[in-house]
């Protein structure tokens, strides 16, 4: 089956780490996305990626980081520069020629 | 710049009822409009898109959305409310089919009782 898979579906990180995030998807997609979801404020886009070997910051990206060395996978970086980390985590992807972007199942990331 | 508005952040409804939840827009271009469905703990699903063609857009699980030019809005309705549809919406624009980004509306749960 074709689709987007993220891990892990939790993750907890103590404050001063640095954490990883997965996003691998089999659509054959160029372009991928990451977004951050808080309660009440909608999908807020972090980082994208039109192409592999680049990226282009989004609306937040202070305090994260991503690779795109593959066109499968996109990672995000959490670091403990962001200030307030805790949040659900959405990766999508699109292919050229379509409009609608096609979303993982999302990681859920706490700060202890 | 491109901008949604979600009128409702909550609609309730009993299961059976008509459901209806608003969406404005704000777009520089010939917008593409999507609702996109995300229930507890779930990444997003693409209930319907709109991209220029017929005004009316039929979706997945009985939700359509019309496009009104004049009135800049989106609505999306559904004419027998079941206990599944009970979720977040969130009505998203995009302006052009290249790689440019999306923009979400807050969302509205909709709430839906026996």
């Known amino acids: 089956d074709g689709g987007i898979t993220q891990s892990p579906k939790y993750l907890f990180r103590k404050e001063g780490q640095n954490v990883t995030l997965s996003c691998e998807q089999n659509?054959?997609?160029?372009?991928m996305y990451w977004y951050r979801q808080d309660p009440g404020q909608g999908l807020r886009l972090i980082y994208y990626s039109q192409i592999v070997n680049d990226f282009q910051k989004g609306d937040i990206a202070e305090g994260y980081s991503v690779s795109r060395e593959k066109k499968e996978s996109f990672p995000l970086t959490v670091t403990s520069a962001q200030k307030n980390p805790t949040a659900f985590y959405l990766c999508?992807?699109?292919?050229?020629?379509?409009?609608?972007?096609?979303f993982g199942p999302g990681t859920r990331l706490t700060v202890l | 710049a491109q901008s949604v508005t979600q009128l409702d952040s909550h609609v309730s409804v009993s299961e059976g009822t008509p459901v209806l939840l608003r969406c404005n827009y704000s777009s520089s271009y010939s917008p593409s409009l999507f609702w996109y469905v995300q229930h507890p703990n779930k990444g997003l699903q693409l209930l319907l898109k709109y991209t220029s063609a017929a005004t009316l857009v039929k979706g997945i699980n009985g939700f359509e959305a019309e496009f009104k030019k004049s009135e800049t809005s989106f609505h999306l309705t559904k004419p027998s409310a079941h206990m599944s549809d009970a979720a977040e919406y969130f009505c998203?624009?995009?302006?052009?089919?290249?790689?440019?980004?999306?923009?979400f509306g807050k969302g509205t749960m909709l709430l839906v009782s026996p």
């Open positions: 998203v624009v995009s302006s052009d089919s290249g790689y440019s980004t999306l923009t």
């Open positions: 999508a992807s699109k292919g050229l020629g379509y409009n609608e972007q096609f």
């Open positions: 659509l054959n997609h160029d372009a």
